[in-house]
């Protein structure tokens, strides 16, 4: 997996220090594991599996497991450092909390971020205040990506 680095080092900074100061508080070490796990979603836009963080933080620790990966990723989006996001394909993961929905390819299972204004969900929003406290949206669209319909264009893929 390549991950795609953020074209700001000052937001993946800002991302790592929230981070460290949300783990400190809830009284959670920083290990380098921990550290490095997290940076790899943060820094990435390819919303990477449990299996992809695993390969790219193995290059850099070798005594790393895969079920440390997986524990590490369900503690990190339980204290909602990060994002699940479901495919029926696998989990993946993202580290970009700021508000926006995905698009997931039905096809691929490849997931693509779209940022909105949230002036235009300000209606269903003031309704979901009304119910309690909102602390996460997740909004996702499904369908094909344009390189799938492509394929299925040019005949490339079976149904």
Same mark, same amino acid.
């Given at each position: ?8 080092? $000052? ?27 997290? $940076? ?120």
């Amino acid at each position: 997996m390549t991950t795609a680095t953020l074209t700001s080092t $000052k937001e993946l900074q800002q991302r790592l220090d929230f981070f460290e100061q949300e783990c400190r508080r809830r009284g959670l070490r920083v290990t380098e594991q921990r550290r490095e796990i997290f $940076k790899t979603v943060a820094s990435s836009h390819s919303h990477p599996s449990a299996e992809d963080v695993f390969a790219v933080v193995r290059e850099k620790m070798s005594n790393v497991s895969l079920d440390t990966v997986y524990r590490t990723l369900a503690s990190l989006a339980d204290m909602e450092l990060i994002l699940r996001v479901g495919t029926a394909y696998k989990e993946r993961f993202d580290g970009d909390l700021r508000p926006h929905a995905h698009f997931i390819c039905s096809d691929c299972g490849e997931v693509y971020d779209i940022f909105y204004n949230l002036d235009h969900m300000m209606l269903p929003l003031q309704e979901a205040f009304s119910c309690g406290d909102v602390r996460q949206i997740n909004l996702q669209y499904k369908g094909l990506c344009k390189q799938c319909q492509e394929k299925r264009k040019s005949g490339t893929v079976s149904f």
